[in-house]
C-alpha cells in the first residue's frame, strides 16, 4: 500500500483524531479506544454493575463486543479507501469472571488475504491476567460492488 493509500484507510484519521466519534456501540458500553496502529488496536472498558449478567458477575456479550470492536478496529486499518468489512464468524472464550474492572483490549492482525483475514483479541485485566481470548473471520468487501447488500 503505498503512502497515500494508507493515509486515507478507515481509521488511520477518524477515531483517535476525534475526526469521528467511536461507534455507538462503544459509547453505549464505555468502551474507549486508546490506539489503532497498522493493524492491530488497543481499547479499554471500565467494567462495572451497569455491565452484569443476572449472577452479578460482566455479561458474556458485553466481552464479545468489547473483543469484536478491537478485532474490527485492527481489521479496518488495514483496508484501502473504497473498501469495508463484515465479520464472518467469531468465537471467545471466557477464562475468568469479572465484576468490577478495568479491561484492556489488544486486536492483531493474524492473516490478512486479499479478500479474507484472521483476527485475533486478548482481553486483560489491570493486573495482566487473561480474562477472555477471541478470534473472528472477516471479509474485505468493496463499497460499490457490495452497495445495498
Avoid at 479506544?33 to 449472577?55: D, K, Y
Wanted: hydrophobic fraction near 40%; proline fraction near 4%; charged fraction near 25%.
Amino acid at each position: 500500500m503505498d503512502a497515500q493509500a494508507k493515509a486515507e484507510t478507515m481509521l488511520d484519521r477518524s477515531m483517535i483524531s476525534g475526526e469521528l466519534p467511536d461507534p455507538p456501540i462503544a459509547q453505549l458500553l464505555g468502551v474507549r479506544v486508546i490506539a489503532v496502529l497498522q493493524g492491530e488496536s488497543q481499547l479499554e472498558l471500565e467494567a462495572g454493575p451497569q455491565h452484569s449478567n443476572p449472577m452479578g458477575t460482566l455479561h458474556g456479550g458485553v466481552l464479545c463486543d468489547l473483543a469484536d470492536l478491537a478485532m474490527g478496529a485492527a481489521y479496518a486499518s488495514t483496508l484501502d479507501r473504497g473498501e469495508t468489512f463484515t465479520t464472518l464468524e467469531l468465537k471467545i472464550n471466557f477464562l475468568r469472571p469479572v465484576w468490577k474492572e478495568k479491561l484492556f483490549a489488544v486486536g492483531k492482525i493474524v492473516n490478512r488475504g486479499r479478500t479474507v483475514g484472521m483476527v485475533e483479541c486478548d482481553i486483560t485485566d489491570s493486573q495482566g491476567r487473561l480474562v477472555a481470548k477471541a478470534t473472528s473471520t472477516c471479509l474485505t468487501l468493496q463499497k460499490e460492488r457490495h452497495r445495498n447488500r
